[in-house]
């Protein structure tokens, strides 16, 4: 069973800089796409970043020039580097490991960030 596993969450002042980081139990280039979602208490889960196998990104458009999606595959990482946060940015963080074709998905149990004073 794949197991992704997140970390770096904290609590940050706004203006501040979190990495997070998205541990993969087997290896990240076996994923054509592994992905950044966040979820607000009482809101929907919104997709943040993605990186592909080939390192081609996409954010999304709160986050474009704050935020940079990377990866590791040599320790079957991807991280997600948070500059210049905000308090809209206060969310648990979860990475999803999709296959070719999209056939199958695996998501983190999450990682909690909080931006405030």
């Known amino acids: 069973q794949v197991q992704l596993v997140e970390s770096g969450g904290g609590l940050v002042q706004p203006g501040g800089s979190l990495r997070l980081s998205c541990a993969v139990s087997e290896s990240a280039s076996n994923f054509a796409v592994i992905s950044w979602y966040r979820q607000a208490p009482g809101k929907q889960r919104e997709f943040v970043a993605f990186i592909t196998r080939h390192k081609n990104t996409h954010y999304a458009d709160s986050v474009k020039g704050r935020f940079g999606i990377s990866r590791d595959d040599a320790v079957n990482t991807v991280y997600l580097q948070m500059n210049r946060l905000r308090p809209e940015d206060t969310a648990t963080y979860s990475c999803?490991?999709?296959?070719?074709?999209?056939?199958?998905?695996?998501w983190g149990q999450g990682t909690q960030v909080t931006v405030s004073p």
């Open positions: 999803k490991a999709k296959t070719d074709g999209g056939s199958e998905e695996y």
